[in-house]
């Protein structure tokens, strides 16, 4: 996981228009087409938001598949990978790229996210505003569920190793359950009141049931970049350059920050 670097408005217009034109080098002609996305789990309450509006003005689908940033990762160095357009983190698509596995230069940064806590509607929220604050909310808790940091999930991870920082780690582990990744905020309303989950914040806001808490505190917190790549194996296609640009427009933009995002 990485802190992302604010791009200028112009930097982010240049690149756009050089994927975008990329995109449409022999591309086949603007037909209705199936765009096969995968996508890291952070971005499914976005991508639901979003996606019929997209497929009504635009005439493509988008067929979206979920996975943790790293299982992404991994299923992209597997090779035999058929999705057209690929959205991880910015650290994982830098490595594709260098891996050879992405395109060089079709790299393309969305927005960045931090991390949350949620707990079940009925529980009383915790202060989480400090540090004290935030070890006070996982010692109090009934069930404490963040994703398995085996997964490769960046908050999975993040939150492990905040735990093991702030050594709690043998205490919590009597009371501690993982989720797969994605799917932490749904494990947590499972598990009944009392439960707390931590847990990418795009993940928790607007769910059925969910009392998003807080961010972490600013001195734990970590902000994963959101970065999309074309496979160095796609076709170049119009239907992926329009969700692309789509990506950018007013309609994606005001999805993203209604998820507790930053657009880049």
Do not use: W
């Not at 931090?114 to 909310?137: C, E, I, N, Q, Y």
């Not at 847990?199 to 505190?217: L, N």
């Not at 969700?243 to 933009?253: E, K």
């Amino acid at each position: 996981m990485c802190n992302m670097k604010t791009f200028t408005r112009f930097g982010h217009f240049a690149k756009l228009t050089v994927l975008t034109t990329a995109l449409l080098t022999a591309a086949v002609p603007a037909d209705a087409a199936d765009i096969r996305l995968l996508s890291a789990a952070a971005m499914q309450t976005v991508f639901n938001g979003i996606a019929a509006d997209f497929e009504r003005t635009s005439g493509h689908k988008l067929l979206i598949t979920y996975a943790t940033m790293g299982a992404i990762t991994q299923r992209m160095l597997l090779g035999g990978e058929t999705a057209n357009l690929v959205v991880g983190s910015t650290e994982s698509i830098t490595s594709l790229v260098n891996a050879g596995r992405i395109r060089p230069h079709s790299q393309l940064t969305i927005c960045r996210v931090g991390v949350g806590l949620v707990v079940p509607t009925g529980t009383a929220k915790p202060p989480v505003a400090s540090v004290d604050d935030f070890k006070r909310a996982l010692l109090g808790a009934k069930l404490v569920v963040y994703a398995n940091p085996a997964g490769g999930g960046a908050a999975g991870i993040h939150v492990g190793r905040v735990i093991e920082r702030l050594g709690l780690a043998e205490q919590l582990k009597p009371k501690t359950r993982f989720g797969k990744g994605g799917d932490v905020t749904e494990v947590a309303l499972a598990l009944g009141e009392g439960t707390l989950g931590i847990t990418q914040i795009s993940e928790i806001v607007d769910k059925p049931g969910a009392e998003f808490v807080g961010p972490m505190p600013d001195a734990l917190q970590n902000y994963t970049g959101v970065t999309l790549g074309i496979p160095i194996d796609a076709r170049p296609s119009e239907a992926t350059a329009a969700f692309i640009t789509f990506l950018q427009g007013p309609v994606a933009t005001a999805a993203i920050k209604a998820r507790g995002m930053e657009p880049e």
